[in-house]
Each structure stands twice: as C-alpha cells, then as structure tokens.
C-alpha cells in the first residue's frame, strides 16, 4: 500500500500528517513575517536612489533563504537542531544557545497556530487537492496578518497572487462557481475602496490602506461574493471591540492607527470554517 493511499484511507494519520506539516511551514511563515517587510524596504530604498541616479553599494544577498538565520543579538548561527519547530524553542528554554537572549514566543505560537489551522482543514475538507488549496489559502492569510501587525503592510507579494489563486480555484467550483468568485474579488476590493473615500472626504483622513482593499479582494475570490458581508461584519466587530478595549485601558492612544488586515483575516477563517452554518442561521431568523 502506498503513502499515497494510506493518507487517503486513514483520515486521523492524514489529518496527523498535515498538522505536523504545518508546523514546518508555520516554521517558515516566521521566516517570511521576518525577512519580506525587509526585502520590500531595500527593494523601494534601491528604486529611489535609481530614481535619484544614485549609485548604492551593492549589499549581500538578502531573501528567504539567503543568508541563515542568525541571532540579532549575537550573531550566532542558527543550526538546523535549533529550529525544529516547537520542540526546540522548548529544549532552549527560549533563549539563545549562546548570548541566552529571550527568543520571542511569537515564534513557536505561530507554528503552533498554523498546525491548529493545517488539521482542522484536513479534518473539515479530507483528503484531496481542494485540501492543498485551502492550506496555501489559511497560511498566506496568517503571514498577511501578522506582517500587518507588525508594520501595517499587506505586501502585493502575497495579497495579488492570492486574488488570482482563489479565481484559479473556484475556476471549477472550488469553495463557489467562478461567477460568484469574480464578483467577490470586485465586491471586496470597491467595498472598502468606497468607504475609504467615505471617510476621507468626510474626516480628510486614511481610514484605511489599500492593501486591505487587496485583501478583502482576495477574500472575496476564494470565499465568493455571498461570505463577503459576513466577513466585514465580523472583522468590524473583533476591530472596534479590540481598538475600544485597548483604548480604555490606556495602552493605545486613539489615534494611532489599528491595522485592519489581521480583523479581516479573523473573519475570513470564521467564515471558511462556519460561515455556511452562520449565513443558514441567520437567514433562517430572517
């Protein structure tokens, strides 16, 4: 019997198997969270000195893969030991082998969270390639979110090939038909384009960005055009509660600026996992 087969067979192994895959990507998701927003700054800080016509010293390679990881504070070099997902910021207590600098415990929340998300899809959808599809879906939304916290940008890099596989997608009635799909990637991006300029002519401020229009277009694609109005009520919701909360227990000064991009990632993995359940509901009060 294959492996192949195995996994098709036996849906606690695959849904196992998934799960402790997703703790690898989850491991690489800290990778791209940590290393694009830096791609991004050098690649606009080598445009505007070509711009200038400004000769900049040429700097060693700088990507996803290149060079290793290292730790800021000492510089040592990570070894392949040290980055088993999980188990070794455990075994490390945390800390840098070397200095014993604290090691954020964002890192093994994230691939703890990105394992929770990988077995749940395999459980919820099983064995096949819509599984596949979903997964690459959920693990871009959980990078998008969590660059979004950290420096309000919702890079093109994820957002605009994300538009383009949920069309890909629902091309033969992925998650919905290809019509809906289309009308939920133009409904996501003009919706929050509108009230952006709602808001902007009414206060002369931002409310938003555009890569949330992106996303929420990308949102609308994979989940079609009928999720989108829970999606933005849900996302509203968890936004205002958080932002007021914040607001009332003095930690954030009310006009700071809240990224939307992680409350719009949040509505979106409810609706994918219960908005067919939430829309019956609702429309059965109704």
Known sequence: ?????????????FIA??????LMIGSFLNVV??????????NWLQQCADLRGEIVKTEPAFNLITPRSTCPQCGHRIAVWENIPIISYLFLRGQCS?????????????????????GLIAWQYGFGFATIAILCFVWALIALAVI?????????????????????????NGFTDIQSAI?????????????YWCFKLATGKEGMGYGDFKLLSAIGAWLGWSMLPLVILLSSL????????????????????????PYLVGGALIALFL???INRVYFGLL
């Open 98 to 118: 070397q200095c014993h600098t604290r090691i954020s415990l964002r890192y093994p929340v994230i691939e703890a969270i990105t394992s929770l998300m990988s």
């Open 238 to 261: 968890v936004g205002a509660l958080v932002g007021v909360g914040l607001i009332v227990a003095a930690r954030l000064n009310k006009n700071i600026p809240i990224p939307f991009g």
């Open 183 to 195: 009308i939920g990637a133009v409904a996501g991006y003009v919706s929050l384009w509108t009230i």
């Open 33 to 42: 969270i940590h290393r694009l927003p830096e791609m991004m700054k050098r």
């Open 1 to 13: 019997m294959s492996f192949l087969s195995i996994l098709q067979d036996e849906p606690a192994f």
């Open 17 to 22: 198997v998934v799960a402790i895959f997703g």
């Open 275 to 277: 908005g067919e359940e």
């Open 148 to 172: 979004d916290l950290d420096t309000q940008l919702l890079p093109d890099d994820i957002t605009l090939p994300l538009i383009w596989m949920g069309l890909l997608f629902n091309l033969h």
